[in-house]
């Protein structure tokens, strides 16, 4: 297991890109921007739940085909 943290805005991404570890990956910030029309700015509530169901659907899809993943990122509920 590898973990990478730190604050917000910190370099995670910049530094260690999930692409990177050579396994499927799933960043729910980016997926949330996605359906935010490309915009990572004012994200509702209502996307970031969206995001949470699509990301605990995708982990317990690749834990039960018995997959490595990589995942950053936590989809808050609150707005931005």
Do not use: Y
Request: aromatic share 10%; glycine share 8%.
């Amino acid at each position: 297991m590898i973990v990478v943290a730190g604050p917000p805005g910190s370099g995670k991404s910049s530094r260690f890109p999930l692409s990177a570890f050579g396994v499927d990956w799933f960043n729910a910030d980016d997926r949330a921007a996605e359906l935010n029309l490309g915009s990572f700015h004012k994200i509702s509530a209502d996307i970031r739940s969206q995001v949470n169901v699509e990301f605990q659907r995708w982990i317990l899809d690749h834990i039960s085909a018995h997959e490595g993943f990589a995942h950053q990122g936590r989809s808050k509920a609150s707005a931005n």
